[in-house]
């Protein structure tokens, strides 16, 4: 199976940009890799994926290395709403497999 | 509300009772997958279908589990004589097939089970 590596937890200033790293050891040459959130007592939310060139939606960025083997969602300015546990993930045989994630706490 | 939809929200039950949720997903979709979150872990994916078929189980889902999709639409989860290592909470997700990149999931708030 897919097999992510990312921090248990950060902290972030309210209104600062947040780096979230995540490293893909077992990423293949085919697989996308996806982000999610998850908030306390909701199931995941997705956020954003891609597969080589860096991407940006109305949520966040995702900024992918070269070789893939890590990657970085990037919230640009965050709210107290994007406190979550956050998960990276890759696509590969339909399905998502999730490591532990990455627990963002806000800091008003 | 379009979303996925999971009931019960909390299942309370004591070993050795059978337990089964629903999930009713975004209506057009066709994949519905069945995943189950343990605290402090990340969700762990048990089966999925694509329309009714189910095409593929994790090797680490009991017997005692089993999932249908009934005409391609709404889905159930049944646990069998169930034990306390079940208590979890358990998360149905749906999406759209077709894409390359992997489609997009949009996941219940799921059903937590408790086992007593």
């Known amino acids: 199976d897919a097999k992510t590596t990312q921090p248990n937890s950060m902290e972030s200033n309210e209104e600062e940009p947040v780096h979230l790293p995540c490293n893909h050891s077992t990423i293949s040459g085919t697989d996308y890799i996806h982000w999610y959130r998850q908030l306390p007592s909701q199931g995941p939310e997705y956020v954003i994926h891609g597969l080589t060139s860096n991407v940006n939606n109305r949520m966040a960025s995702l900024a992918i290395a070269e070789d893939r083997k890590s990657s970085t969602l990037i919230l640009h300015r965050a709210t107290l709403r994007d406190a979550a546990v956050y998960y990276c993930t890759h696509y590969r045989n339909e399905k998502l497999t999730f490591g532990t994630g990455t627990r963002l706490t806000i800091i008003p | 509300d379009t979303g996925v939809s999971q009931n019960p929200r909390h299942k309370i039950t004591k070993r050795g009772q059978n337990v089964t949720f629903r999930c009713d997903p975004i209506?057009?979709?066709?994949?519905l997958y069945w995943y189950r979150q343990t605290l402090g872990q990340g969700p762990e994916f048990l089966t999925y279908f694509q329309n009714e078929a189910q095409l593929e189980k994790s090797r680490l889902l009991s017997d005692r589990f089993s999932a249908e999709r009934p005409k391609g639409s709404f889905s159930t989860l049944e646990i069998q004589r169930t034990e306390q290592g079940d208590s979890a909470m358990y998360l149905c997700?749906?999406?759209?097939?077709?894409?390359?990149?992997?489609?997009?999931?949009?996941f219940g708030s799921g059903t937590q089970l408790s086992v007593l």
């Open positions: 997700a749906s999406s759209l097939s077709g894409t390359v990149s992997g489609e997009k999931l949009f």
């Open positions: 209506s057009e979709h066709n994949r």
